[in-house]
């Protein structure tokens, strides 16, 4: 796995360059956009880390004319900038993640290693929370590698709380996971398949916390 | 310093009173003594005609009677006086003893008028040479006629009534006309004038040319310029100041993760506290430095019409304790949202409410101990209000004016912080005309924050005007 790092601040770069060689990918460095355009059109990158602020050519102008080529490797945009239309307009340009510095290096490794799966194809299709694992093609979810025995609306409510783990989900987004079935299901239905749910995943470790007015939150105990 | 003005050469209105009416005023009272004196002679000249055509009667009588029977069957009316004189001036006859005739008027060839004073009263005098042909054949005689002057006077009065008054309602008429129109005319600048104090401190908008008159348009136009340099001014302020945060945010970055990188390597014991150290110094920094550029970004603004847009204050709420809700987790704390179940919109600027927000949370989730609870509430009553309630220590009431202050921090808290965010809060707070008020928690216990917003369109924003 080759990847390049844009980046022109010295000390930034290095402890890229250093990581990701840790982490066993072939990491090459550019320091300034025009170098940057270059190298990703010639040469063979799976991933390239790229900052926004670069001398030469801008951050967003290299993404501009690297999809306009119609080079579809990932890209994750590295920026100072936080504000939400900065962010909007790196994505739309085709970014496929984005990460304001200062960052932690363990959560970009796990970016990385998400694009880079999802590149391959298969990635993504099976979720893990502890040892609770959820099939997402084969619509199967297993607690200590015993399946589960759960509903379809159970499993619904189980992905999107497993999609988004860590995260509060609230109680009209497993409603919207559950639209499907074109009936009405009222957030008292909810609460009654967070309450099975919690009592099957209970022995593998797995809680559903709730926080009041917010929703859910998958986790591991 | 410039020496003060009086207020009465500031005032254009008393500047124009002043330059108009005093000229005007002069000019009355010139031909108020005019209309006085050609109202005297006007009116004098028929009872002076009058008086001469008695003398020459009574000179022709004389010449038929003589003197004595002239002045005997001549009746007399009260005020009407006649003295007969050779042309020496010596007095042949008189029913009153009327003053001398001068010697120039003896010698007059035609007859002379005077002013005179006789028995107290104020008189005319005509003085008539005639020459007699039975009386004293060949001679000449001089006879004075002479009238008491109250119906002259009272003539001469009523003439110059007729010349005062008009005139008198002319110049208040012209007064009235005159303030009116100038009240008419200063209309447009007291617009102008109301507009620009109902205007926000921060507002750097250009005034509009358009309302003011044509003579006062200089004036905005070069205050327009004014205004344009002073935004420029602020523009270049605030850019420096972002700038700056987001150029010290990479180094942070490279600090960080050097520090971050080091403790993965095999290091002699002891030294992965310090460089946990350092990690935790390079994040705070850079927590201090997002701070920074949030405040930045906060501070009063010229563009603010143009960036505030309707908004969800209820959905926005939501998010953010959603976000929250992992970091309160992890730290024992439980919190939640009491929402009003409907939407709340205001205009705003929403990245600026989800840093209120976001710090209001931060600060009550870092000082609530582990297994307190934190509640984020929405409401709406005279406008839509965002509260943070803790059961924490609270803020001891001497502190609470201060908290607001840019780095204070509350002493013996022991968190680590950077001073900012309920700076934040309150600079958030202001450009979106809200209050912001600090109390306890329900039952006196913890802290309470409550930012209170104006009702929708009433804060001169982009309403539903």
Known sequence: MRILIVEDDGLLADSLIRAMAAAGYAADLAGDGELALKMLLDGCYDLAILDLNLPRLDGLAVLKQLRAARRALPVIILTARDMVEDRVKGLDLGADDYLTKPFSLAELEARVRALLRRGQGGGGACIECGDLSFDSAGRRASLCDETLDLSARELAVLETLLFRQGKVVSKEQLIDSLCAWDEEVSPNAIEVYIHRLRKKLEPGGVVIRTLRGLGYLMDKA | MPAPIEDDILSLKHQLVNWLFTPIFLLLLFTMAVGYVAAIKLSGQPYDLALLERARLLASQLDRTGPDVALLAWPEPEGLWFSLSDT????????????????????????????????????????????????????????????????????????????????????????????????????????????????????????????????????????????????????????????????????????????????????????????????????????????????????????????????????????????????????GIDLGFEGTGTSLTLPGDEQALRDLIDNLLDNAIHYTPAGGWVTLRTGNGDGAWLGVEDNGPGIPESERERVFDRFYRVAGSGQPGSGLGLAIVLEVARRHGAGVELGTGPGGIGASFRVHFLPYGANGLPGKE
């Open chain 2, 88 to 331: 020496q001036g010596k007095r042949l006859a008189a029913n009153a003893d009327l003053p001398q005739p001068r010697p120039d008027d003896l010698a007059a060839a035609t007859p002379r008028f005077r002013d005179a004073f006789f028995l107290g009263r104020k008189i005319r005098l005509v003085t008539y040479r005639f020459s007699t042909s039975r009386y004293q054949p060949g001679g000449e005689l001089v006879v004075q006629a002479a009238e008491a002057v109250e119906d002259r006077v009272k003539l001469s009065r009523s003439i110059l009534s007729y010349i005062v008054v008009p005139q008198f309602l002319f110049i208040l008429i012209a007064g009235l006309a005159v303030w009116l129109g100038l009240k008419r005319g200063f209309e447009p600048v007291e617009r102008l004038r109301r507009t620009v104090a109902r205007r926000r401190g921060d507002d750097l908008s250009p005034l509009d040319e358009e309302m003011a008159p044509s003579e006062v348009r200089p004036l905005i136009r070069e205050m327009n310029r004014h205004i344009a340099r002073s935004r420029g001014l602020m523009e270049q302020h605030q850019r420096f100041v972002a700038n700056a945060a987001h150029q010290l945010r990479t180094p942070f970055a490279g600090l960080k993760a050097q520090a971050e990188l080091a403790r993965r390597a095999p290091v002699p014991a002891g030294t992965d506290a310090l460089l946990e150290g350092i990690c935790e110094g390079a994040v705070r920094c850079s927590h201090l430095v997002n701070q920074l550029l949030t405040l930045a970004r906060n501070e009063p603004a010229p563009r603010d019409r143009e960036i505030f847009k309707p908004l969800d204050l209820e959905r926005l709420a939501q998010e953010a304790a959603r976000d929250w809700g992992p970091e309160a987790l992890r730290r």
